[in-house]
């Protein structure tokens, strides 16, 4: 018996166990309860009955206890004799003369039954009686775990997923296999699961198909008229609270209810809610329109009466008469739109303003809905509505925030900074006081800043006292990645965190970016100091965060932050993965800056993996982008790095130097030692004079180690290379140590210190196998094997494995100076000097 | 599997570098303590097992990006496991045992977004494995 909820998969696994017996010589028969055939006796088991329905006697009876022994041996005189493997699918809609026959025959080994139970239908008795006296196996299957949901995703999409789609179809389908199957199927024909850069994205909602809606729609039909105006109340309006429903349906229709796993009721408030998502959308959709306008207005009222018009119920109250076809009072419905805003629903929100007349919009209105359809990536209908309410009458506060949010919507959205900052400046014949004027010009600095002028932007920050909580909030949201770009890191990383600290006193206000955007400064902060490990970890531990509450933009911002760090650590092809994320976020979410900058950051870790294709492809694919200038001349890494993976090294100097030029124009100095320092790798070009005044300049240990890296790399000072070695491992930078170190190898080889150029050529090989198959110039001129003689290797495992030079001399028939000989070569060619060390080079553990 | 979980399991296999050797003696110590009931289906000489498990699991965690090349070294694998007598529920002790074993060598960096990522990636090769296992067993009387 496979016992288990309706679409877990029971009929699939017995069909499967009877095809496979089928395949093994087995006769197999199908037999299907159904309410049509549960009225008529043995109408399920027609195809069993191979000797028909058997004579009735003189008196008009048939005897059953005959009809089963015939039909017994009717059926073994069929099958010679072979058991007849038969599934006998939803046994409880089985009429009881059927389970009687079928229960005879299994008795009788004639046949072996497969039977199907649904959770919440009654097991026949036969059953329970066959299982109690240990002639029937029972299999309990359950829905998916999360964990066997995301393998069968990545089986059935053939690829990773992105974590929030991930996240939703769970919470959707609660791993019920059925729904996934048919959820899947609709979404990747409908479009809204779609694939990019290797990766599965929702764009859309999930489509039910029609077989879903016949699916759910069998499960309800069944129930008796009130459960039935139950589950179509809840899948309006849930949740509920119990102490209404009960007034509307007998008690015991909600303990039905909650008996057939159809609603559940929360403990803590008395809450009930239908116990699957999706029967909510189903029953939702398949209602007549008339019937669904009755009982949402009847809501509607009945919460009216109950509470006031703009209390927190002003949401619910506002959605259920729009749905219903109603045009709910402006007042309530701009009033359910604030409700929305704070949780972030900017679908509801356009939806309500929408619904309210263009005249009785008003500027606080207009700045909602402005804001919600720049959410959405509507960036040309937000500029409509945004530029219609600063035309209106509204108070100062009002009036800054419509600016602000003009401005981020122009820049951002429609990537025009410099329309941008023309409605920063008009703003400032309206907003006059001293707090929001300093606002607004912290969003002049926000506009130079990610438009490409740190030093701008600085500048205009200097001007700022911040003696107001939101105006501090604003100006480091700017404020640290300025700094931070400019060099002054530690500053970077402190101003970072205390804005995340003022934010979170101040509250998720309108018209302000998320919290989790100083988080983001502080992760950059603190890459741009070479703090690798550390913004690595937090960077995680954020993206998760904002995965969880599908922040989208702080979703780009800390997949791309990750690409950066990836690349400073050397792992390329964790850069490469977290790159084509946040390019196929970016996409999805209609941001075509970040997802300029994302596009170069693939391309880079492209070029540098040398995979020249796949680099060339992100930078095609960015030419059809606007121009975009935050970090500007870092994108040019991108195309140097391609021209050096294409062996043009005089073009790629010449790209190199270009953006070191422009980067050092506005003064982004840690993409400028960035540019030089890469520009020195790849072409040996002495770039150690700017390198160290840029190291001068400001704070960062990876700028200093740079600028380090490049003067020993130019005098060639063997012991000062071993020294940045050093300083990129301490930082995490493994791929630059990596490329010291051979350069520290070949510098010993020109002083004749052979046992230190092994050392360092070894430590090279190490460093570089950390990098996941980076390939830069460096790493290709290094040497990576060690050679060893056959001989020498034998003895050197030996005695890394402990063995004294005596016993490995008897071990080998040798004389014990021959063993310390080889040893000796052993030590000079590993550049070891004792047997621990030894045992390390050659790979052991201990 | 996300794009996340992937870099996780990859760059933490990559980190443990020289370790790997550990991380095999760590994983059959883990499987038998739990199971000495499995150890009979060892037959060949452990020092030899412990190289060739780590040189599949680095083949597989490499391959998991791409799922044709991934299935291509599962699928088989599991077919040749059900010739060892490996049964079904054998694959959850060996997924105990390997998340164990990797806890106690990556240490404290072996984080719960990394563990949920391994969980993710093993029962992904195990569900191949035994797509595989399943291909290959007979099913003639």
Redesign the interface.
Known sequence: MIHGRAGVGKTRLADECAAQAAASGYPTERVVGSRTTALMPLGAVVGLLVDGLGQPDAHGHVHTALLFEQTRRALIQRHEGRRLVTVADDVSLLDDVSLALLGYLAAQKTIFLIATVRTGEPVPDLVTDMWRNGSLDRVDLHDLSRTNLDTLLHLALEGPIEAGAGMRLWEVTQGNPLYVRELILGAVESGALIERSGVWHLDDGLPPTSRLQDLVEQRISGLPEQAHAVVELLALCQPLEIGYLETVAEPDVLEQLERAGLVTIAVPDGHVRLAHPLHARVVRDSMPRLRVRGILLAQAQRLEAMHSPLGPAALRMAVWQLDAGERPDPAVLIRGAHLARDTHDFRVVRRLLEAVPGDQLGALGSLLLGEALYELGMFEAAELVLARGQELPASEHVALRLAVTRVKNVHWGLCQPEAALAINIAARVVVISDALAEELAADEAAVRMFSGHPDRALAVLEQIKGSDLRTRVVKAIVGAPALAAVGRTAEAVRVAEAGYADHVALGDELAIAHPATHVINQVFALTEAGRLAEAEQLARAGGEIVASQRVPIAQIWFAANLGRVATLQGRLATARRYYAEAAGLAQANHFAGPRRLALSGLALACAMLGDLDAAAHAIDERAALPAFGFLGPEHQLADAWTAVAAQQPADAAELFQAAATRAAATMHLTTESWLLHDLMRTTGQDTSPRLAELAATGDSPLVAARARHARAAQAGDPAELAAAVDGFEALGALLLAAEAAASAADAYNQTGDQRDATAMRRRASALAACCEGAVTPRLAQAESAVPLSDREREIAMLAASGLASKDIAERLYLSVRTVNNHLQHVYTKLGVTSRAELTRALGGAS | ???????LV??SF??L???R??MAARFYEELFSRHPDLRALFTTDMAEQEVKFAEKLALIVGAI?R??ELLSHTQSLGARHVGYGVRAADYRSVGDALLAALAAVIGDSFDA?TREAW??AY??VA??MLDGAAMARP???
């Open positions: 599997m996300t794009p996340e979980q992937i870099a990859q760059s990559e980190r570098g020289p370790l050797p550990v990006p799922l044709a977004a969980t993710v029962n992904l569900e191949t099913t003639g009387s």
